[in-house]
């Protein structure tokens, strides 16, 4: 893989890396859980965020003065649920398996019941937490519902040699850029290989590609759903240590180049809050865009995104924040330096074992590095 962006010749010649950890050894899985289907939050203001939401490019499935349900234009009945609370705070994610005796076989090696779920479209579901306290619902059997009607293919495109489009401009509607899936959900643990351990064993993930820091030890970890023959995305769910606890950020696929960019003029328009992008990740590939919602959560557009089946090994790569983008606006300072909640994190990690001072001087190092040369 060609892993060349501006800057990288500087990392290419130093010597203490690449690493090739080993660290992240496959355990034997209880199930292959088949997609990820959506989030689970605490939300204080149903309204503001549900405006977000559909300002972001979702529909609203169901709402009442307790529940919100957001769903996609794809045949899940929500991508997002919201409980109403007191404070806002994530607190999960569902995915879906194939067949109800990946459920009983999940409840049984578990200890865990078999529960019939109360929201929109029923189905069954296992409950379990993951070792950072976030509830990772295992679900069967939700009901389908009818895809909304949108563009599905991308844009033609005319190139030197080839002409789709003759006597025909170039429009994409200026709209919210319709959500066609939930794609993937980034979240921090200081406990890094306990937690990609659990997720590989519980939910029957693989890693993709892993960013290190010089000694080897795992930093960043994509993992995606193993389908077998059938793709699967880059990554589903990304577990990074030294950010935080918890949520990082979601992603939310949409048809082409021209829908994130045209739904990035949307949000403006509404005055929503960007973050960073438009920009294609070098890992995984995707145009992205990335937005704050109402509680300055990021919640991220992408579209082109590569994919896989079971075959493809683990790659390794150094952590550099230059790995992030191939191309696109610059990225954020704010992202590589920790703030107040990051450091009590760190902190509280150090006090229980969780960072050595050690560690901490690797990924200062790394995450010190300028993404850019103009940066
Ligand atoms: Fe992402």
């Not at 067949?99 to 379990?128: N, S, W, Y």
């Not at 960013?211 to 793709?231: H, N, Q, T, W």
Request: aromatic share 10%.
């Amino acid at each position: 893989m060609n892993l060349e962006y501006a800057g990288s010749e500087t990392l290419a010649v130093n010597t203490d890396t690449p690493p090739e950890s080993k660290l992240i050894e496959r355990p034997v899985p209880i199930i292959k859980a088949d997609r990820l289907s959506y989030l689970i939050w605490d939300e204080a203001d149903l309204d503001k965020q549900e405006a977000f939401l559909l300002d972001f490019g979702m529909k609203t499935h169901q709402k009442d003065q307790q529940n919100l349900y957001m769903r996609s234009y794809g045949d899940e009945p929500y991508v997002y649920y919201a409980r109403k609370a007191k404070k806002s705070a994530f607190r999960g994610l569902g995915v879906s398996v194939n067949a109800r005796k990946d459920l009983e076989r999940l409840a049984q090696k578990t200890g865990k019941q078999i529960e019939k779920i109360q929201h929109p479209g029923g189905g069954e579901v296992v409950r379990l937490t993951d070792p950072t306290g976030l509830e990772v619902e295992v679900c069967f059997g939700i009901e389908k519902v009818k895809p909304i009607d949108t563009r599905r293919e991308a844009l033609p495109v005319n190139t030197p040699n080839h002409h789709p489009r003759v006597n025909v401009g170039q429009r994409a509607a200026f709209a919210p850029s319709p959500v066609l899936k939930i794609g993937h959900c980034v979240l921090g643990a200081n406990e890094i290989e306990k937690t990609i351990q659990w997720y590989m064993t519980h939910l029957g993930l693989l890693a993709t590609d892993v960013l290190c820091l010089e000694d080897g030890s795992p930093v960043i970890a994509f993992l995606r759903m193993d389908r077998g023959k059938e793709i699967a995305d880059h990554h589903a769910i990304v577990i990074g240590k030294g950010g935080g606890e918890g949520y990082l950020h979601s992603a939310y696929e949409v048809v082409d180049v021209d829908a994130v960019a045209q739904g990035q003029q949307y949000l403006k328009m509404k005055n929503r809050k960007h973050y960073w992008g438009m920009g294609r990740h070098l890992l995984g590939s995707q145009v992205f865009d990335y937005w704050h919602d109402i509680n300055g959560c990021e919640f991220e557009h992408y579209t082109d995104g590569d994919v896989f089946t079971s075959d493809r090994e683990t790659e390794y790569y150094p952590m550099d924040p230059g790995i992030n983008y191939a191309w696109g606006d610059d990225i954020p300072v704010a992202m590589f330096k920790p703030n107040g909640k990051q450091i009590m994190n760190i902190l509280r990690g150090l006090f229980k074992g969780q960072f050595s001072i050690s560690w901490l001087k690797k990924a200062k190092k790394a995450a010190s590095r300028s993404p850019r040369p103009w940066l």
